[in-house]
Nanobody, 127 residues
Framework: QLQLAESGGGLVRPGGSLRLSCAAS????????IGWLRQAPGKEREGVAS????????NYAESVKGRFTISRDNAKNTVSLEMDILEPEDTAVYYC????????????????????WGQGTQVTVSS
């Protein structure tokens, strides 16, 4: 299994941007789909973006479509989440997670399909 570590969270004003990074260690990074999921206080963990093993397919939650972009670099074992036009509702702890079960075309955003998780990074959108 992969070990994952997120970075890049912080405080940003509404309308601003942040770029989250996920660094992976372990064997076979390009065999795993990667997802970004988030959890706000008092809410269930929800998937926001996912990417297949070789970057051909991505999937986004409706709430972030057009504002967030997921990408991966298999040579560097990293996955990024570019977040633009941030809203207070985007405030949450963001996790990257890996899966061999999420599927290739339109990889799933279901948290139960992800096996290894990072420790999370806090994103706060507030004026």
């Amino acid at each position: 299994q992969l070990q994952l570590a997120e970075s890049g969270g912080g405080l940003v004003r509404p309308g601003g941007s942040l770029r989250l990074s996920c660094a992976a260690s372990g064997f076979g990074f390009d065999s795993y789909g990667i997802g970004w999921l988030r959890q706000a206080p008092g809410k269930e963990r929800e998937g926001v973006a996912s990417i297949s093993q070789v970057s051909d397919y991505t999937n986004y939650a409706e709430s972030v479509k057009g504002r967030f972009t997921i990408s991966r670099d298999n040579a560097k074992n990293t996955v990024s989440l570019e977040m633009d036009i941030l809203e207070p509702e985007d405030t949450a702890v963001y996790y990257c997670a890996s899966s061999t079960r999420a599927g290739i075309v339109r990889p799933s955003l279901r948290a139960s399909l992800y096996d290894s998780w990072g420790q999370g990074t806090q994103v706060t959108v507030s004026s």
